[in-house]
């Protein structure tokens, strides 16, 4: 069964950085697109980032700049480094998995971790 456990979360100044880290198990890594989402109190789960099996990358806009996807298919992990952050960063930091190519949709993805805590300050 597939799992994905996600890490580094936690409490960051505005300005600062954090990266995040997703392990996954129980799937071929190197077959799957990775993706993270995020979702805020009161708000619906919204795209942060993606990258292909191919290593191919997409972002939303409103981190394009500040934050980069990486994987590392020989340790099945996808990072997220997120740099610049903003109070509006502040959300519940998701990854997930997907053979499907419409990377940007939620609904697209088969597997997805507990999530991880990011709180940015003002």
């Known amino acids: 069964q597939a799992q994905l456990v996600e890490s580094g979360g936690g409490l960051v100044q505005a300005g600062g950085s954090l990266r995040l880290s997703c392990a996954a198990s129980g799937l071929t890594f190197s077959r799957n697109h990775m993706g993270w989402f995020r979702q805020a109190p009161g708000k619906e789960r919204e795209f942060v980032a993606a990258?292909?099996?191919?290593?191919?990358?997409r972002y939303a806009d409103s981190v394009k700049g500040r934050f980069t996807i990486s994987r590392d298919n020989a340790k099945s992990t996808v990072f997220l480094q997120m740099s610049s952050l903003k109070p509006e960063d502040t959300a519940v930091y998701y990854c997930a998995a997907t053979t499907a190519w419409n990377l940007i949709v939620a609904a697209s993805y088969d597997y997805w971790g507990q999530g991880t805590q990011v709180t940015v300050s003002s």
């Open positions: 990258i292909s099996s191919l290593s191919s990358v």
